[in-house]
């Protein structure tokens, strides 16, 4: 079973960085579509970036050249770097898995149905 653990969340000022990370269990992620959810409080659950097999990532506009995506050397690691952050960037950051090898083809956020609880981040102005 997959199970997923979010960890780096925590309050920073804008302009400031973080990097989030995520641990996987009983799974070895290398050949599955993984990604990043955030959710903030009213607001829709918003997909952030997800990652393909062989490295192929994606982004959110809203993040588009500000956050980073990416596979740690380490076994089943995921990051999230993230820069010059902004108070809309607060949020919940989930990572999330798909549970199937669709050829390590992610098709958008679809398939991404496997989430951790979440760690937080809050970008203070």
């Known amino acids: 079973q997959v199970q997923l653990a979010e960890s780096g969340g925590g309050s920073v000022q804008a302009g400031g960085s973080l990097r989030l990370s995520c641990a996987a269990s009983?799974?070895?992620?290398?050949?599955?579509?993984m990604g990043w959810f955030r959710q903030s409080p009213g607001k829709e659950r918003e997909g952030v970036a997800t990652?393909?097999?062989?490295?192929?990532?994606t982004y959110a506009h809203s993040v588009k050249g500000r956050f980073t995506i990416s596979k740690g050397k380490a076994q089943n690691i995921l990051y999230l770097q993230m820069n010059s952050l902004k108070p809309e960037d607060s949020a919940m950051y989930y990572c999330?898995?798909?549970?199937?090898?669709?050829?390590?083809?992610?098709?958008?956020?679809?398939?991404?149905?496997?989430w951790g609880q979440g760690t937080l981040v809050t970008v203070s102005s």
């Open positions: 990652i393909e097999s062989d490295g192929t990532t």
């Open positions: 999330a898995a798909d549970p199937v090898q669709r050829g390590g083809y992610c098709y958008g956020y679809k398939y991404l149905e496997v």
């Open positions: 009983g799974y070895t992620f290398s050949n599955y579509c």
